[in-house]
Antibody, heavy 123, light 110 residues
Framework: QVTLRESGPALVRPTQTLTLTCTFS??????????VNWIRQPPGKALEWLAR???????YYSTSLKTRLTISRDTSKNQVVLTMTNMDPVDTATYYC???????????????WGQGTLVTVSS | NFMLTQPHSVSESPGKTVTISCTRS????????VQWYQQRPGSSPTTVIY?????PSGVPDRFSGSIDSSSNSASLIISGLKTEDEADYYC?????????FGGGTKLTVL
């Protein structure tokens, strides 16, 4: 079955770089139409999409955060890594990775989600 | 970037029907599929509607989706409300480069 699991630090200091890893199983990120996304949710607030990496290694980023984000993959390890630079307390959130099966070229349904990992930014 | 606007909260009684709207700020709502997610406290979101009106297996047919091009909006309709439907609901759509979520709607079943 499809599973995704996020891992990374629970606490990050302001100005530091956050590195999160999504380890998945039950599917291949080289299968046409498959992509893995990062999404975050500040406490008590809405979901916010961050980045996506596709089966063909195309990458997409949130317009508002693109200067701070890098997404990459290791297909041999079934992992997707997100880095976010210059962390700030407003970046405190639960970070999720989620699989998407593309409907056409541009988007689709986030059909499987990890359980999320809470990242707190504080000095 | 475009925005998806949802009501902050809705409430209804068990057994009744509730509709949650999601209005797209630019580009036609019909041009890109809309998904709906249910999120209970402490849990990850799960899909209740995808591609506008499709239900994943395991989602009861009390959940349905529609779009209205005249108001450029999508709707999630939940009929025969049950207390277990109480949750936050998010719409989601996209354009050529971005995925966007609505601000979420808290459904209270009282």
């Amino acid at each position: 079955q499809v599973t995704l699991r996020e891992s990374g630090p629970a606490l990050v200091r302001p100005t530091q770089t956050l590195t999160l890893t999504c380890t998945f199983s039950g599917f291949s990120l080289t299968t046409s139409g498959v992509c893995v996304n990062w999404i975050r949710q500040p406490p008590g607030k809405a979901l916010e999409w961050l980045a996506r990496i596709d089966w063909d290694d195309d990458k997409y980023y949130s317009t508002s955060l693109k200067t701070r984000l890098t997404i990459s993959r290791d297909t041999s390890k079934n992992q997707v890594v997100l880095t976010m630079t210059n962390m700030d307390p407003v970046d405190t959130a639960t970070y999720y990775c989620a699989r998407m099966l593309l409907s056409g070229s541009y988007g689709g349904n986030f059909d499987y989600w990890g359980q999320g990992t809470l990242v707190t930014v504080s000095s | 970037n475009f925005m998806l606007t949802q009501p902050h909260s809705v409430s209804e009684s068990p057994g009744k029907t509730v509709t949650i709207s999601c209005t797209r700020s630019s580009a036609s709502i019909a041009s890109f599929y809309v998904q709906w997610y249910q999120q209970r406290p402490g849990s990850s979101p799960t899909t209740v509607i995808y591609e506008g009106n499709q239900r994943p297996s395991g989602v009861p047919d009390r959940f349905s989706g529609s779009i209205d091009s005249s108001s450029n909006s999508a709707s999630l309709i939940i009929s025969g409300l049950k207390t277990e439907d109480e949750a936050d609901y998010y719409c989601q759509s996209y354009d050529s480069t971005n995925q966007v979520f609505g601000g979420g709607t808290k459904l209270t079943v009282l």
